[in-house]
């Protein structure tokens, strides 16, 4: 469906499932679905290189056209101020699903909330801990590949993205409390699995379908392969990278384009998202210097989850920040470099204190957010590991929205998110199903 939205006028019906145009504008972003001969077609959501069209822009003329830009894309922009025919039909869908683009730029602001959790973080912790851990696996063993310059196995890929959009779909907690477990030893690995579950829970969030979701988080997984082929020492300078340096860094983005391409089972939007992860909307990133119009929508969406991850997590050259430095980081970027709605959205999608985070209490205590309560998102469950006088305590789950007080009757509430190591907590130690069991029964026993 066209996006009517983003026009600077509006549409004039003349007809059911007819549009006319009544101004001219640079870009319009169309389905494919939607073409007809006349039509001026500027950019795709796909790199022209690889395509039967010869020139960057030409004139629909033939039926022929129409249906090869159909096996390639799904969407493309046209010039309405070029094209001889300015009448967009509207596509029909029996299942009245609006598209990809129409989802994510209004998603839970269009008045849908997200989809209600399906189970509890109790029952899905270790469904999902098997499931992470097989895919971070898999991401693995996908980087000592692309390393080589081996081609990646498409079909694998999805069967395990689909796994993680499984257990998001359940309930997003549980993989977002696995995605703060880090490990600085595997960092490529698991950012990259990160950015593919963080992408999931920001489609889940706005309400995009169920392949939708996959698709998108099967761009998140493979975004960055092209890094493998970058040299270490280059990645990980902790100084300002020379000329030279930089544009063997930059190269990663056509590296991981070219092998993804080579790949079998790939799906358009992963190809083009590892080529456009680093374009900005003012037209300074690379390769290309595309502008916002010109950046595909997942591509937007992965840019800031990658940008997320980066942010909170430790590396050679840098500290994490925390989830809400890390929000406040993507807020000041928004507008120059990523695209200000889908920010909001995905900080949205985590909300104040995702599960994982280490946060300290109004009376001092220490404790981990376990699982978000829906209908009260500042009173999260959470696991108490310290008392008001920072002594380490046995591991309980509370529940903050049933105003649990303390020893001393104070209600426990949460004053800020903070990072571990700036109060020598080992916090592995309790990304951990079975100290996870035990806290669960604990509150079975009497806690609330």
Not at 253 to 273: D, P, R, V
Not at 417 to 446: H, V
Request: hydrophobic content about 40%; proline content about 4%; overall charge positive.
């Amino acid at each position: 469906m066209l996006i009517k939205n983003l026009w600077p006028f509006r549409p004039k019906k003349t007809q059911k499932n007819e549009v006319t145009v009544v101004s001219s504008m640079e870009k319009v972003y169309v389905s494919v679905g939607q073409l007809v001969i006349g039509m001026y077609v500027v950019d795709l959501d796909r790199p022209w290189l690889g395509t039967p069209f010869l020139f960057q822009g030409f004139e629909i003329k033939t039926k022929a056209e129409i249906k090869a830009l159909r096996e390639l894309c799904q969407f493309v922009y046209i010039d309405m101020s070029r094209s001889r025919s300015r009448t967009i039909i509207a596509e029909t869908d029996e299942n009245d699903k609006k598209s990809v683009y129409q989802r994510t730029i209004t998603g839970s602001s269009n008045g849908l909330p997200p989809p209600k959790k399906l189970a509890t973080f109790e029952k899905q912790i270790i469904h999902a801990e098997k499931t992470y851990a097989d895919t971070k696996g898999l991401v693995a063993d996908f980087m000592q590949r692309a390393a080589k310059g081996g081609s990646i196995d498409g079909w694998l890929a999805k069967q395990a993205v689909a796994e993680c959009v499984n257990n998001v779909l359940q309930t997003p907690d549980t993989m977002l409390w696995l995605s703060q477990l880090k490990n600085n030893n595997q960092y490529s690995a698991q950012h990259s699995l990160n950015v593919c579950v963080l992408s999931i829970v920001f489609g889940r969030h706005i309400n995009l379908p169920d392949e939708q979701i996959k698709s998108l988080g099967l761009c998140g997984m493979l975004f960055d392969l092209g890094m493998m082929q970058v040299p270490s020492t280059v990645i990980n300078k902790a100084g300002k990278l020379e000329e030279d340096e930089l544009l063997l860094m930059q190269s990663h983005t056509t590296l991981g384009y070219e092998l993804l391409k080579a790949s079998g089972h790939m799906t358009q939007n992963t190809i083009e998202t590892a080529l456009s992860h680093h374009e900005r909307l003012d037209g300074k990133g690379y390769p290309r210097q595309l502008h916002s119009s010109a950046i595909p929508i997942f591509t937007k969406m992965v840019t800031i989850v990658d940008t997320y991850d980066a942010i909170t997590s430790n590396r050679i050259y840098q500290k994490g920040k925390t989830h809400l430095e890390a929000t406040h980081m993507l807020n000041s970027m928004a507008g120059t470099h990523l695209d200000r709605k889908l920010v909001s959205q995905f900080i949205e999608s985590l909300g104040v204190y995702p599960p994982g985070s280490l946060v300290i209490m109004t009376n001092g205590a220490l404790a981990i957010v376990v699982e978000v309560n829906e209908e009260m998102k500042l009173r999260p469950k959470v696991i108490i590991i310290m008392d008001e006088e920072k002594n380490l305590v046995p591991e309980k789950v509370i529940d903050l929205s049933k105003m649990v007080t303390d020893k001393r009757g104070e209600v426990y509430t949460i004053k800020n998110i903070i990072r571990a190591e700036d109060w020598n907590i080992d916090s592995s130690k309790y990304y951990n199903k079975d100290i996870l069991q035990k806290c669960f029964t604990l509150n079975k026993k009497g806690w609330r």
